[in-house]
């Protein structure tokens, strides 16, 4: 006769349980199909590609726009504008591939980036360029003082440009922390306006309106 599992089993196995249903969330029979394995194998491999070329591509493009200068005599100062989006578009990129590549290299403990999805992976990555060229270029003028300094014979950086000159990365990195930031600013802007009072007004029931009559 078989004995009924004790309590610290059921709660043992109840563990496991909740695991594999965090770990398998929005998984089907289908997925266990060995096409469907292979397809995921191929997606897996052509995201590690995509990381690596992309990697080395904005790498290439950050020396190219520090080496621009050097090679033409046009003046620093009238490519400026050029100089901080070669420079932001670059390190947003890298940051986007950075964060993809903690992913691939399970170095980050949550799950933020579904790396066997090839078209999030490119989506992020063209959102972290997108948004750390426009955000950089009106939000941090400071970075081409720092490009002009490095260029320059006998110009000193300076260490306030210089860190602000790391913003794009970070932007790149972190589109999650952009999309917050821009949600913070739109509310403040309808705060502003009033658009967010009329909204609320809108949503709100209405004081006239009763269920019922009391007589």
Known sequence: MTGRPSPQARAQLDEYIKILTRLGDGLSINDFRREAIAEA????????????????????????????????T????????????????SLGGLGAVANAFL??????????????DFFEVVGRTMLGCLFSTVLSL????????????????????????????????LLGYSVP???RLLDKTIQAIELTVGAEDRRTITSAPRPGRQVGRRR
Do not use: Y
Request: charged share 10%.
């Open 41 to 72: 194998a191929r997606t897996n491999a052509r995201v590690k590609a995509f990381v690596c070329w992309g990697s080395v591509v904005f790498l290439i493009l950050m020396v190219a726009e520090l080496a621009i200068p050097v090679f033409i």
């Open 74 to 89: 046009v003046p620093v100062h009238r490519i400026g504008v050029l100089l901080v989006v070669l420079w932001a578009f």
């Open 103 to 116: 992913h691939l290299l399970k170095l980050v403990p949550q799950q933020t980036l579904n790396t066997s």
């Open 138 to 169: 009106t939000l941090f003028p400071d970075i081409g003082q720092f490009l002009e300094s490095l260029n320059a014979a006998t110009g000193t950086p300076n260490k306030t440009a210089g860190v602000t000159a790391l913003v794009p990365f």
């Open 177 to 179: 922390l952009v999309l």
